[in-house]
């Protein structure tokens, strides 16, 4: 059942500046972009791309302030809430992370990264690669012909940071406005930009929620026909065996926007020039590419994790398992030592029973033949020594106490 939400406008502007638009939006029964209508119809400014990103960070920028309103009907703001189990089905989900899919619906829903016409203000990555060429050029310009580089005196570089871009005289001017936008656009979604310091080597990294990846701009090669000079056909005619390539590699005119790992060449996501869209046109899908890649990125980490888990886990019931059997096994040997003694007890019980009637026996014939055992004798003290050997072996019998002073201590067990 529906019910409705009334609030005021401060509460929605309190509610938009501490929870992201879409789950806000999921709690009203609302698309996000439904609920970005109602913040403009009624004048509550909302945080721009790249806010939660930057607040994740510890970078939270400072909130606008409320506009004041002379309508009075603008000041209350009523949204139909919906208990969950009839809230709307969810919208499409570009990415199995929550916060990497709303910053793609946000990506997707933001206004085109604009390129313009001319460059103001450049990164200092820009500037770095746009100083960097202008040494080549100069450089480029003193090579004299059949010399190759050997006529030219280079300059020191210094190991610096520089925009990966590489592009013909005709195509740079555009190419670095290119990557200039992309990245004061990464700047302001919260994106780190940084590069590799290197003579030579030019990286362009940009850190989307802690993932980094190489931003390439740069003008392709085209395969041509090699036409035969003057030169090259006198060659030929001379020495019919002299190889001559038959294809030149020339400047294709055309950008492409690459998006690569950091340090790798695999290319993740590409544009490049066609007849009717430019690189200029597809900037936003470069962020959208990236997030998509972090996305993985983490599908892939949480399932290193469960795995990682489930290996703990079973080792752990292993170990379990094995402390189980150690203590059942102990157990069992315990129970069995106590049997074990208890048919010891058994077998002696009989023994000295059998040992006592014995001895008896023996004095019995002693007497039929009229013979007397004289206290002291061997046989006096063999027939007390099997005496007590008979009391040892009694589990019945109580243990002997210790001699008092003046009694002379038992004669030593059988093997004692």
Not at 374 to 379: A, K, Q, V, Y
Request: charged share 35%; proline share 7%; glycine share 4%.
């Amino acid at each position: 059942m529906e019910t409705l939400k009334t609030m005021t406008r401060e509460q929605l502007y309190e509610a938009v500046w501490t929870t992201p638009v879409v789950q806000l939006a999921k709690r009203y029964g609302l698309s996000d972009v439904g609920l970005a209508k109602i913040c403009t119809q009624h004048q509550v400014p909302r945080p721009g791309l790249g806010y939660w990103a930057k607040k994740q960070h510890g970078k939270e920028e400072p909130r606008p302030d409320l506009p004041v309103l002379d309508n009075p009907k603008l000041q209350v703001v009523v949204l139909t809430e919906r208990p969950a189990s009839e809230a709307p089905d969810e919208p499409e989900r570009y990415a199995e992370d929550d916060e990497v899919n709303s910053l793609i619906i946000a990506e997707r829903e933001a206004p085109a990264v604009e390129v313009p016409a001319s460059l103001r203000s450049p990164h200092p990555l820009v500037t770095a690669a746009m100083e960097d060429d202008a040494i080549r050029a100069s450089e480029e310009r003193q090579r004299k012909p059949g010399m190759g580089w050997s006529s030219v005196v280079f300059q020191p570089r210094g190991s610096i940071a520089r925009a990966n871009i590489s592009a013909s005289k005709a195509l740079k001017p555009r190419a670095y406005r290119v990557m200039n936008a992309v990245l004061r656009a990464a700047e302001e979604r919260g994106y780190a930009v940084s590069g590799k310091p290197d003579q030579h080597e030019r990286t362009t990294l940009i850190e989307v929620l802690g993932q980094k990846f190489d931003i390439r701009i740069y003008e392709p090669s085209v395969q041509r026909p090699h036409v035969l000079i003057k030169e090259e056909r006198e060659r030929k005619a001379k020495y019919p065996s002299t190889f001559i390539d038959k294809h030149d590699y020339v400047s294709s005119g055309q950008l492409c926007l690459q998006l690569r790992p950091e340090g790798g060449w695999t290319v993740y996501w590409q544009v490049r020039d066609g007849k009717k869209v430019r690189v200029e046109d597809r900037l936003n899908k470069l962020f959208i590419a990236a997030l998509k890649q972090v996305d993985q990125a983490l599908k892939w980490k949480r399932k290193r994790e469960q795995e990682a888990a489930a290996a703990r886990e079973a080792e752990r019931r292993r170990l379990a398992e094995e402390e189980r059997r150690k203590l059942a096994e102990e157990t069992r040997k315990q129970e069995q030592a106590k049997v074990q003694s208890l048919l010891n007890e058994v077998t002696n019980w009989r023994r000295s029973r059998d040992l006592r009637a014995y001895l008896r026996q023996v004095r019995r014939v002693i007497a039929e033949q009229g013979r007397t055992i004289e206290p002291g004798s061997d046989l006096d003290k063999r027939l007390r020594w099997a005496e007590r050997v008979a009391d040892d072996l009694d589990p019945l019998r109580p243990p002997e106490s210790l001699p008092t002073e003046g009694e002379s201590e038992p004669m030593p067990r059988p093997g004692g």
